[in-house]
Each structure stands twice: as C-alpha cells, then as structure tokens.
C-alpha cells in the first residue's frame, strides 16, 4: 500500500482577492507559518519522495516540508495549478461580474476557461499521474504539494463526486488530505485536515 499526502500549500496575501492562477506569489507571513506548523505535524513521516507544483506558493511550501525530512523536492507538472487563462489575475469583484464564471462555478464538468483548462482535463492530469505513482512499488510515503483545484480534482475522482460538485470539498491553505492506495484499492483517511494549524 501506498501513502499519499496531498497538501495545499500555504497563504498568499493576494489569494484572496484575486484569481492568481499560475501566477508566482510568495507565501505571505501566515502561509510561511503555516508550512512550517506542516512541516513539524507531519516529521515522523518519512516520504519516499516529497513532489511539488512548480508554481512559487507550491515550491516554498514543499521546501519547507522538505527541510525537516532532508529530503530533495522533485517539480511535477501534473499538479500544477488549473490554467485559468484570461482570467488569470483578475479581482473576484471583477469576475462575479462574468457570465462565464458563474457558469465555471455552476457546472464545472461542462465549462471551458476562456484560453485555460476545464476541469475534466485537470482531473484527467492529475489522476493519470496518480494511477501512475500508485503502480510503484508499495509501502512508499508520498508528499504531494499542490493546489486547490488539482487536489479537489483528486479528491473527487476518488470519491466518487461528480465534478460539478466539486465546491462541496474544502480545501484550504496548509491543509493535509490522505489517501491509502494499493494496486486495487483506495481508503481515503482524511481529507482538509487542519488540526496542526489551530
């Protein structure tokens, strides 16, 4: 059986005014904190290997982690963040204002970015890169950092959930999700855990 941790990374100042996307921001104060708290949660855990997004929020986070563990980060594009396209950047006052972002945020099976991603394709990269590190050899501890949208596409595949209900899943900054894999099998052991954060 195979273990993999999937972690959001930490908070950025302007996540939560605009729609950063692929965009590099670093880890604002609270984010670096809340990496670190990570990193002290999760020591008795030795990864096999600690994996990353390439984007900046995502490479400070699994640094952090892989400091503790003497460990290297490898950069995996599969978990990079959804392409947002021409939203990218953009305040949230300024999409709730598009007809096309409700539709994103309503049916997200169904909705392509303008010049970015649907969402199928995200779940699409994300689970064919699973199944592929689930096929390795077993008993290997996995950290994979990431974003919001890749580890909700994770998550619901898993699980079952229609991807136009990803919203129902939260996910939040410095947030660990686990799930135990074997070659026929999947138990999911806990999904946004934030307890090392409190």
Same mark, same amino acid.
């Given at each position: 059986?195979?273990?993999?941790?999937?972690?959001?990374?930490?908070?950025?100042?302007?996540?939560?005014?605009?729609?950063?996307?692929?965009?590099?921001?670093?880890?604002?104060?609270?984010?670096?904190? /809340?990496?670190? +708290?990570?990193?002290?949660?999760?020591?008795? %855990?030795?990864?096999?290997?600690?994996?990353?997004?390439?984007?900046?929020?995502?490479?400070?986070?699994?640094?952090?982690?892989?400091?503790? /563990?003497?460990?290297?980060?490898?950069?995996?594009?599969?978990?990079?963040?959804?392409?947002?396209?021409?939203?990218?950047?953009?305040?949230?006052?300024?999409?709730?204002?598009?007809?096309?972002?409700?539709?994103?945020? +309503?049916? +997200?099976?169904?909705?392509?970015?303008?010049?970015?991603?649907?969402? %199928?394709?995200?779940?699409?990269?994300?689970?064919?890169?699973?199944?592929?590190?689930?096929?390795?050899?077993?008993? /290997?501890?996995?950290?994979?950092?990431?974003?919001?949208?890749?580890?909700?596409?994770?998550?619901?595949?898993?699980?079952? %959930?229609?991807?136009?209900?990803?919203?129902?899943?939260?996910?939040?900054?410095?947030?660990?999700?686990?799930?135990?894999?074997?070659?026929?099998?999947?138990?999911?052991?806990?999904?946004?855990?934030?307890?090392?954060? %409190?």
């Amino acid at each position: 059986m195979n273990h993999f941790y999937l972690i959001r990374h930490g908070e950025c100042d302007c996540g939560q005014l605009k729609l950063l996307g692929r965009t590099d921001a670093h880890l604002n104060d609270r984010g670096v904190e /809340q990496a670190k +708290r990570l990193s002290v949660a999760l020591r008795d %855990i030795q990864f096999d290997r600690i994996i990353s997004s390439p984007v900046m929020r995502a490479m400070q986070t699994a640094q952090l982690i892989a400091l503790l /563990q003497q460990r290297e980060v490898t950069v995996d594009d599969s978990f990079q963040e959804i392409s947002y396209g021409k939203w990218t950047d953009k305040s949230f006052s300024e999409l709730r204002n598009d007809k096309l972002w409700d539709k994103f945020n +309503r049916f +997200r099976a169904f909705s392509r970015i303008p010049d970015g991603e649907m969402m %199928i394709d995200v779940q699409c990269r994300v689970v064919e890169k699973m199944e592929k590190l689930r096929r390795e050899p077993s008993d /290997q501890a996995v950290c994979i950092v990431s974003h919001s949208d890749p580890i909700k596409a994770i998550l619901s595949y898993y699980c079952a %959930i229609d991807v136009n209900a990803i919203h129902g899943l939260s996910v939040d900054n410095g947030s660990v999700s686990v799930l135990d894999m074997t070659a026929s099998t999947v138990s999911i052991g806990a999904v946004n855990y934030t307890g090392h954060l %409190i």
